[in-house]
């Protein structure tokens, strides 16, 4: 295995069960001493989406261009990540709403090392059927996008120009995400 996997690895490993209760709004010093906080972070603001390759439900490489044209939340996430699964189906929802409209993409992608399969069957089991099984079992796109934590959602506009991410877990339905979802053009929902 490659060192830079191993390392990014232990970070999501570490991070994911950790309590953030710290206020979003904590000062950018403060923040990198810490390390990363829960909430909003707009640090990567314009930022290209990278070309990191995955899997996509139907088993295939794909990439983030290929959402480019409409605004797209990408959720990091795995199954043995308490946090993540408990906003998986908030995610759903959110899919669910805006597969009608079109006006956003939503998609979720596993950081799980195990084959596709397991991380469709979880996702069955959850009931969670508007989420396609996105796979990244090599960790390529948590890595280039340097998410230290999961759950992490990174909200993407139409040209694939990073808008802001979203550190830990968050209520995909709630007003504070509709709000958040509304700067990439997404319409408010909920």
Same mark, same amino acid.
Request: hydrophobic share 40%.
């Given at each position: 295995? @490659?060192?830079?996997? =191993? ?23 403060? *923040?990198?001493?810490?390390? +990363? ?6 640090? @990567?603001?314009?930022? *290209? ?5 995955? %899997? ?30 408990? &906003? #998986? +189906?908030? #995610?759903?929802?959110?899919?669910? %709403?805006?597969?009608?409209?079109? $006006? ?18 979880? =996702? ?10 996105? @796979? ?8 280039? =996008?340097?998410?230290?934590? =999961?759950?992490? %959602?990174? #909200? ?5 120009? &990073? ?16 709000? #958040?979802?509304? &700067?990439?053009? $997404?319409?408010?929902?909920?």
């Amino acid at each position: 295995m @490659h060192r830079s996997f =191993l390392v990014a690895f232990a970070l999501l490993v570490s991070a994911c069960g950790q309590e953030m209760d710290q206020p979003a709004a904590n000062n950018e010093a403060q *923040a990198e001493a810490e390390g +990363p906080v829960k909430g909003v972070d707009r640090s @990567h603001k314009g930022e *290209a989406a990278p070309d990191a390759k995955f %899997t996509n439900p139907d088993g295939e490489e794909t990439s983030l261009a290929e959402f480019r044209g409409v605004p797209v939340a990408v959720n990091l996430w795995a199954t043995w990540c308490a946090p993540c699964v408990k &906003e #998986l +189906p908030t #995610l759903n929802a959110l899919a669910r %709403t805006h597969d009608k409209d079109g $006006a956003l993409g939503v998609i979720a992608v596993s950081q799980d090392s195990g084959p596709q399969g397991s991380v469709e069957a979880f =996702l069955s089991k959850l009931k969670v059927d508007d989420l396609g099984a996105y @796979h990244d079992p090599k960790m390529a796109l948590s890595g280039a =996008l340097n998410a230290q934590v =999961l759950p992490t %959602t990174i #909200l993407y506009d139409a040209q694939g120009r &990073e808008v802001w991410r979203y550190v830990g877990d968050l209520d995909w339905t709630s007003a504070e995400a509709a709000k #958040l979802l509304a &700067e990439a053009g $997404a319409p408010q929902k909920g």
